[in-house]
């Protein structure tokens, strides 16, 4: 449990650097997205930023705060009697801010740029779906189709940039927050004697990790299924205008959304992103460490 913990804390340090290694084509595709009109919240990716930036402050006074109603404080400062009670909560609070700030504030700082720009995809998504859903079916014609699939491409671009630059760092992140996940679990299965200070670092790291690895499944993974409703939508519309004109030779554009393999992100081709798979990663993890216990 004790390497798995470590391991997670090393890791937002390989994540940042690849994504500094990926800079430039990031900002390619944010300032895309600046171009674009799409309907996204950011309202909700604000008061996430927020609740992360201020959750090491918060951690930091309450684990501070805790510990130092414990008889023996030198075990948080490596044995050493640092003196005054003020400059001891001053040094155990500067200590787990840096602890929290480096996992999982980090992981969860990346984790939120990797959901901000797939709720822009489902965003471009739902507004393209509206738009075909708009079209009355006389005036929904090979013109209109052609720049329905014309916009179905651009969109598509982004998707796989989107892959090819987050497929690793998203990795990163999921496995990150497995370790994590691994620890929490089995030192809670090991049923310790756990003091309060513990007690109240084990429930921010639960707060962290495992919000922010449903998060990221439950947002990348809504991409394929606004994806599949915008197949419907499309073919609904067309298979019904092809109905109410009584001409099958008309031209069958629709088959170019159809025939597409359906997109889904994925976390560097070792596991899709999608709503399914959260579930059965749980419950592997679930089984995986309490066999790792009982050994």
Request: with cysteine.
């Given at each position: 449990m004790i390497s798995a913990y470590l391991i997670s804390c090393s890791l937002p340090a390989v994540s940042y650097h690849v994504m500094r290694c990926r800079g430039k084509e990031?900002?390619?595709?944010?300032?895309e997205?600046?171009?674009?009109?799409?309907?996204?919240?950011?309202?909700?990716?604000?008061?996430?930023l927020i609740i992360i930036c201020c959750m090491p402050f918060l951690?930091?006074?309450?684990?501070?705060?805790?510990?130092?109603?414990?008889?023996?404080?030198?075990?948080?400062?490596?044995?050493?009697?640092?003196?005054?009670?003020?400059?001891?909560?001053?040094?155990?609070?500067?200590?787990?801010?840096?602890y929290f700030l480096l996992h999982p504030t980090l992981n969860n700082l990346f984790a939120l740029l990797y959901c901000t720009i797939c709720m822009r995809c489902r965003a471009l998504i739902r507004d393209l779906k509206a738009e075909v859903m708009q079209y009355q079916l006389e005036s929904f014609n090979v013109s209109k189709q052609f720049d329905i699939l014309r916009q179905k491409e651009k969109l598509d671009s982004i998707l796989d940039r989107t892959e090819s630059i987050f497929s690793l760092s998203s990795f990163l992140i999921i496995i990150t927050n497995i370790l994590s996940c691994s620890s929490i679990l089995g030192t809670t299965l090991l049923g310790a004697d756990l003091q309060?200070?513990?007690?109240?670092?084990?429930?921010?790291?639960?707060?962290?990790?495992?919000?922010?690895?449903?998060?990221v499944f439950w947002v990348a993974g809504g991409i394929s299924i606004e994806l599949k409703e915008f197949k419907d939508a499309y073919y609904n519309k067309a298979c019904a205008r092809m109905l109410k004109s009584g001409i099958p030779e008309e031209p069958r554009m629709e088959r170019w959304v159809l025939d597409k393999p359906d997109f889904v992100l994925t976390g560097y081709g070792i596991f899709s992103y999608t709503r399914n798979t959260l579930l059965a990663m749980v419950g592997a993890l679930l089984t995986y460490t309490i066999l790792v216990v009982n050994k």
């Amino acid at each position: 449990m004790i390497s798995a913990y470590l391991i997670s804390c090393s890791l937002p340090a390989v994540s940042y650097h690849v994504m500094r290694c990926r800079g430039k084509e990031i900002a390619l595709l944010l300032q895309e997205f600046s171009h674009l009109s799409c309907s996204t919240y950011d309202r909700k990716g604000d008061m996430l930023l927020i609740i992360i930036c201020c959750m090491p402050f918060l951690f930091s006074i309450s684990v501070t705060a805790t510990s130092i109603m414990t008889k023996d404080t030198e075990q948080f400062t490596y044995g050493y009697d640092v003196g005054s009670t003020p400059l001891k909560t001053f040094v155990l609070g500067l200590k787990f801010f840096l602890y929290f700030l480096l996992h999982p504030t980090l992981n969860n700082l990346f984790a939120l740029l990797y959901c901000t720009i797939c709720m822009r995809c489902r965003a471009l998504i739902r507004d393209l779906k509206a738009e075909v859903m708009q079209y009355q079916l006389e005036s929904f014609n090979v013109s209109k189709q052609f720049d329905i699939l014309r916009q179905k491409e651009k969109l598509d671009s982004i998707l796989d940039r989107t892959e090819s630059i987050f497929s690793l760092s998203s990795f990163l992140i999921i496995i990150t927050n497995i370790l994590s996940c691994s620890s929490i679990l089995g030192t809670t299965l090991l049923g310790a004697d756990l003091q309060l200070h513990v007690v109240t670092q084990w429930l921010f790291y639960t707060i962290g990790v495992f919000g922010c690895l449903l998060t990221v499944f439950w947002v990348a993974g809504g991409i394929s299924i606004e994806l599949k409703e915008f197949k419907d939508a499309y073919y609904n519309k067309a298979c019904a205008r092809m109905l109410k004109s009584g001409i099958p030779e008309e031209p069958r554009m629709e088959r170019w959304v159809l025939d597409k393999p359906d997109f889904v992100l994925t976390g560097y081709g070792i596991f899709s992103y999608t709503r399914n798979t959260l579930l059965a990663m749980v419950g592997a993890l679930l089984t995986y460490t309490i066999l790792v216990v009982n050994k």
